[in-house]
């Protein structure tokens, strides 16, 4: 089973630039998550999609980030303009996890791309 | 805001030492995830502790849930270097499957 795909892998652009980064989820998973990691920190969690959409957008700095997975498979995440503060992995994650799942709670595993390191100069 | 405080922040150790690292919160979690995130990848879960009081293990790896669901171990016996990496642990607390992740410890086991 292939694994999820990200691209670029790295990325440096000088600060009020634009950049935009593709993820590919695992075939047939439904839930897909953009996370930010800065250097010495864990993931923060941009935005979460179930198929094609928003599920959790709270914590994604909208007047400079976008989001969008149109045909709920493929995300693409932009920033524009990019500032040195946004300089840090952006990660792409997926799960199986449906909406709807009925009763109880359930953890499903998430699986990481490799991600793509942003630095803005 | 539901934070994970992870301790220690950095580890150094020779091969065949044992060592315990932690996850603290506040907050009581539906459950808990381990992760360990080599450099230029992404997190890999190595398990997923729901019960309080749980208790996992993983061959050299035994995690274990606190009896409040608010804290969490991992403890290596034995460590090797390919046990080298970034140790994050993730709190899920809503019935959507949010995860709050620590800032992780980074463990270094010299050979």
């Known amino acids: ?121 | 805001t539901q934070l994970l405080e992870q301790s220690p922040q950095f580890l150094s150790i020779q091969e065949g030492e044992n060592l315990t690292v932690y996850c603290n919160s506040s907050s009581v979690f539906s459950s808990l995830q381990w992760y360990r995130q080599e450099p230029g990848e992404g997190p890999v879960l190595l398990v997923t502790v729901v019960t309080g009081g749980e208790v996992k293990k993983l061959k050299r790896l035994t995690f274990q849930f606190g009896d409040a669901r608010k804290d969490s171990s991992l403890h290596i016996t034995a460590a090797q270097p390919g046990d080298t990496g970034l140790y994050l642990c993730a709190g899920v607390w809503t019935n959507a499957g949010k995860s709050t992740f620590g800032d992780g410890t980074t463990l270094t086991v010299k050979p």
């Open chain 1, 1 to 121: 089973e292939a694994g999820v795909a990200q691209s670029p892998r790295y990325k440096i652009i000088e600060k009020r630039q634009s950049v935009a980064f593709w993820c590919n989820p695992i075939s047939g998973h439904a839930t897909l998550y953009w996370y930010q990691q800065i250097l010495g920190q864990g993931p923060k969690l941009l935005i979460q999609f179930q198929n094609n959409g928003v599920v959790d957008d709270s914590q994604l700095p909208k007047d400079r980030f976008s989001a969008e997975r149109l045909k709920g498979v493929d995300s693409t995440l932009k920033i524009q303009p990019a500032k040195l503060e946004d300089s840090a992995v952006y990660l792409c994650a997926s799960s199986s996890r449906r909406a709807g799942t009925s009763g109880g709670y359930r953890t499903d595993t998430q699986y990481f791309g490799p991600g793509t390191r942003l630095t803005v100069l």
